[in-house]
C-alpha cells in the first residue's frame, strides 16, 4: 500500500510540474496591448479593416522577430494613448511618438526609430499663380530697365537727327518734326529700314551702336523675365514663411492629442468659431488626409503636423488645380519612438529596443518610410470633436 501510495504521489507530483511547464510560456510571454491611433497617415491609419502604416508595420516586425503575442487597442489621439499606457492598460503605444522634453519627463519611450520635425503646408491655385506674375511683371525692377532702355534709344534717336540733318529733311517735306523724330525712334528700336535715316558714316556709326544697346538690352530683359520674374512669381505663390509666427494669423489644421496641437497652443492660436472661415484659429482633424479637401474649400489655410505626414500628402494628394506646398519645416526636430507602460518588464522593453535597432541597422525602417510614402491617399472625415 505504501508502495502504491508513492506510486500514486510520483505520478501526482509530475503530472503538477507538467502542468506548471505548459503555464510557463503563458506567464513567461503575455499578450500584449498595444495602442494604435487612426487618421495618422502615413504612420498608423486603419484601411479595408487592416492596420498600416510605418510605426504599424516597424512594430509587427519588432514582434515578429521577438516572437512577442500582442493585441491593438485603438485610441482616439495619441495622447490619451500615452496617457493609458503611463496609467498601465495599455503596455505599447505604437505611434511615430515625438520624444519631446515634456513628454520625456512624463512617459517611458523605446529607441528612436526615426527623427522628424513639424511643417507647415499651405495650397496654391493657377490663378493665384497667374496673378503673382502678372504682379512681378509690373514691378520696379523691370519698370527701370524698360524705361533705361527707351531713354538710351531715345538719346540715340536725337543724335541721328541731328548727325544726319533731320530737321531739315522734316522742313523740306512738309511732314511734322515729330513724325520724322518717330520714325528714326521706330527703325532704332525694331532695326528694320536703316537705309531710310542714315547716309553718312557717323549716322551708320550711331545706328550700330544703337543696334548694340538694343540687342544687349533685349537679352537681358528675356534673362530677366524667364529667371528672376517667373522665380519671383513662384516664391510670393508659394507663401513661404520667414516665421512660425505668420501661422498664428491663420486657420491651422492639426491633430487632436499630439505636439502639433501644443505648438498652435504656444503661439496662442485659440480654437476657430464654427463658420467663421476669415477668422484665424485651430481646427481638428480627424484624419491628416482630410487636410487636402478643406484647404481646398477654403475651410483651412494651413496645416500643421509632422514634416512626414505633410511630404505625404504632397505627394499623394491630386491637384486638381490645387499645388500643395510647404510654406516653412523642420520646425522643432525631436527623436520619435513607441511608448512603454512603467509595468512593462525590462527584459520585454530591452527585446524590443533590440529589434528596433537591428531593424534600423538592415535598412528596414527606411524601405518602411518610402512605403508608407507611396501608400495611396483614401478619403477620410474631416473634422473632428476630439481633443
Same mark, same amino acid.
Given at each position: 500500500m505504501k508502495r502504491q501510495g508513492g506510486r500514486h504521489g510520483l505520478l501526482t507530483w509530475g503530472a503538477g510540474l507538467l502542468l506548471l511547464a505548459w503555464g510557463l510560456p503563458s506567464q513567461a510571454l503575455p499578450v =500584449? *496591448?498595444?495602442?494604435?491611433?487612426?487618421?495618422? #497617415?502615413?504612420?498608423s491609419y486603419r484601411e479595408g479593416g487592416a492596420w498600416k502604416g510605418l510605426a504599424v508595420g516597424l512594430w509587427t516586425r519588432v514582434a515578429q522577430t521577438q516572437d512577442l503575442p500582442y493585441v491593438l487597442r485603438p485610441m482616439p489621439s495619441i495622447r490619451a494613448m500615452l496617457e493609458a499606457t503611463r496609467q498601465g492598460q495599455l503596455d505599447v503605444a505604437v505611434e511615430c511618438i515625438n520624444i519631446s522634453p515634456q513628454r520625456f519627463r512624463r512617459y517611458r519611450f523605446s529607441l528612436p526609430f526615426q527623427e522628424d520635425g513639424q511643417a507647415v503646408l499651405v495650397v496654391n491655385d493657377r490663378i493665384s499663380l497667374g496673378r503673382e506674375f502678372l504682379s512681378a511683371v509690373m514691378s520696379l525692377s523691370l519698370l527701370r530697365m524698360v524705361g533705361l532702355l527707351v531713354l538710351t534709344l531715345l538719346l540715340m534717336s536725337a543724335v541721328v537727327w541731328w548727325v544726319e540733318g533731320h530737321a531739315a529733311q522734316a522742313c523740306a517735306s512738309g511732314r511734322s518734326r515729330a513724325h520724322h523724330f518717330i520714325?528714326?525712334?521706330t527703325i532704332l528700336l525694331t532695326g528694320e529700314g536703316d537705309d531710310a535715316i542714315v547716309d553718312t558714316s557717323r549716322g551708320r556709326g550711331v545706328l550700330m551702336v544703337g543696334y548694340l544697346v538694343r540687342n544687349v538690352s533685349s537679352a537681358v =530683359?528675356?534673362?530677366? %523675365?524667364?529667371? $528672376? %520674374?517667373? $522665380? +519671383?512669381? *513662384?516664391? *510670393?505663390?508659394n507663401r513661404h514663411f520667414e516665421t512660425l509666427a505668420e501661422v498664428a494669423t491663420l486657420r491651422v489644421g492639426y491633430k487632436a492629442g499630439t505636439v502639433s496641437e501644443d505648438l498652435l497652443r504656444e503661439l496662442g492660436l485659440q480654437p476657430a468659431p464654427v463658420g467663421r472661415q476669415a477668422v484665424p484659429g485651430r481646427v481638428p482633424l480627424a484624419s491628416i488626409t482630410s487636410a487636402i479637401n478643406l484647404l481646398r474649400q477654403g475651410s483651412l489655410?494651413?496645416?500643421l503636423a509632422d514634416e512626414l505626414q505633410l511630404r505625404y500628402l504632397k505627394a499623394q494628394a491630386s491637384s486638381g488645380g490645387l499645388m500643395p506646398v510647404l510654406a516653412i519645416a523642420g520646425i522643432r526636430p525631436e527623436s520619435q519612438g513607441f511608448a512603454f507602460s512603467p509595468r512593462l518588464p525590462a527584459t520585454t522593453a530591452r527585446r524590443i529596443d533590440l529589434a528596433i535597432t537591428e531593424l534600423k541597422r538592415r535598412g528596414?525602417? #527606411? #524601405? %518602411?518610410? *518610402? $512605403?508608407?510614402?507611396? &501608400?495611396?491617399? &483614401?478619403? +477620410?472625415?474631416?473634422?473632428?470633436?476630439a481633443n
Amino acid at each position: 500500500m505504501k508502495r502504491q501510495g508513492g506510486r500514486h504521489g510520483l505520478l501526482t507530483w509530475g503530472a503538477g510540474l507538467l502542468l506548471l511547464a505548459w503555464g510557463l510560456p503563458s506567464q513567461a510571454l503575455p499578450v =500584449l *496591448r498595444v495602442g494604435v491611433v487612426d487618421g495618422s #497617415q502615413p504612420c498608423s491609419y486603419r484601411e479595408g479593416g487592416a492596420w498600416k502604416g510605418l510605426a504599424v508595420g516597424l512594430w509587427t516586425r519588432v514582434a515578429q522577430t521577438q516572437d512577442l503575442p500582442y493585441v491593438l487597442r485603438p485610441m482616439p489621439s495619441i495622447r490619451a494613448m500615452l496617457e493609458a499606457t503611463r496609467q498601465g492598460q495599455l503596455d505599447v503605444a505604437v505611434e511615430c511618438i515625438n520624444i519631446s522634453p515634456q513628454r520625456f519627463r512624463r512617459y517611458r519611450f523605446s529607441l528612436p526609430f526615426q527623427e522628424d520635425g513639424q511643417a507647415v503646408l499651405v495650397v496654391n491655385d493657377r490663378i493665384s499663380l497667374g496673378r503673382e506674375f502678372l504682379s512681378a511683371v509690373m514691378s520696379l525692377s523691370l519698370l527701370r530697365m524698360v524705361g533705361l532702355l527707351v531713354l538710351t534709344l531715345l538719346l540715340m534717336s536725337a543724335v541721328v537727327w541731328w548727325v544726319e540733318g533731320h530737321a531739315a529733311q522734316a522742313c523740306a517735306s512738309g511732314r511734322s518734326r515729330a513724325h520724322h523724330f518717330i520714325k528714326v525712334f521706330t527703325i532704332l528700336l525694331t532695326g528694320e529700314g536703316d537705309d531710310a535715316i542714315v547716309d553718312t558714316s557717323r549716322g551708320r556709326g550711331v545706328l550700330m551702336v544703337g543696334y548694340l544697346v538694343r540687342n544687349v538690352s533685349s537679352a537681358v =530683359l528675356v534673362g530677366f %523675365l524667364t529667371v $528672376e %520674374l517667373v $522665380e +519671383e512669381a *513662384r516664391g *510670393r505663390a508659394n507663401r513661404h514663411f520667414e516665421t512660425l509666427a505668420e501661422v498664428a494669423t491663420l486657420r491651422v489644421g492639426y491633430k487632436a492629442g499630439t505636439v502639433s496641437e501644443d505648438l498652435l497652443r504656444e503661439l496662442g492660436l485659440q480654437p476657430a468659431p464654427v463658420g467663421r472661415q476669415a477668422v484665424p484659429g485651430r481646427v481638428p482633424l480627424a484624419s491628416i488626409t482630410s487636410a487636402i479637401n478643406l484647404l481646398r474649400q477654403g475651410s483651412l489655410d494651413a496645416v500643421l503636423a509632422d514634416e512626414l505626414q505633410l511630404r505625404y500628402l504632397k505627394a499623394q494628394a491630386s491637384s486638381g488645380g490645387l499645388m500643395p506646398v510647404l510654406a516653412i519645416a523642420g520646425i522643432r526636430p525631436e527623436s520619435q519612438g513607441f511608448a512603454f507602460s512603467p509595468r512593462l518588464p525590462a527584459t520585454t522593453a530591452r527585446r524590443i529596443d533590440l529589434a528596433i535597432t537591428e531593424l534600423k541597422r538592415r535598412g528596414v525602417v #527606411q #524601405q %518602411l518610410r *518610402r $512605403e508608407a510614402l507611396a &501608400a495611396p491617399l &483614401a478619403d +477620410e472625415p474631416s473634422l473632428s470633436s476630439a481633443n
